[in-house]
């Protein structure tokens, strides 16, 4: 069976990657580079703003007030409906400024 990764001696571990103490030359280390690209993580796309709102809607809690407001829309109760709709653009607002932050 063969160690862990994390349990090979340096002599192992410069066998395993073609290199030495020194390190990579210059030369080698450009092609590597050519070869398997930087050694970088993939940055994400970031979203679109109708992303952000949908992900902010897409959820529960969301759905129960808009279906409310729209039911406070039928009794044509303005104050009512008007108030759970500014919730639920309130919680949009603040989860995308949020989400923006982090």
């Not at 990579?24 to 930087?38: D, H, K, Q």
Request: hydrophobic share 45%; with cysteine.
């Amino acid at each position: 069976t063969h160690a862990p990764t994390h349990a090979h001696t340096n002599s192992q571990t410069h066998r395993a990657l073609s290199t030495s103490e020194e390190g990579l030359s210059s030369a080698e280390a450009a092609e590597r580079i050519n070869v398997y690209g930087r050694n970088e993580l993939p940055t994400a796309k970031p979203k679109t703003l109708l992303a952000q709102i949908w992900d902010q809607l897409n959820n529960t809690l969301m759905f129960i007030l808009i279906v409310a407001g729209c039911i406070q829309l039928g009794f044509q109760d303005w104050a009512e409906a008007i108030f759970i709709f500014l919730v639920v653009t309130l919680n949009i607002v603040i989860g995308v400024i949020q989400e923006g932050k982090a």
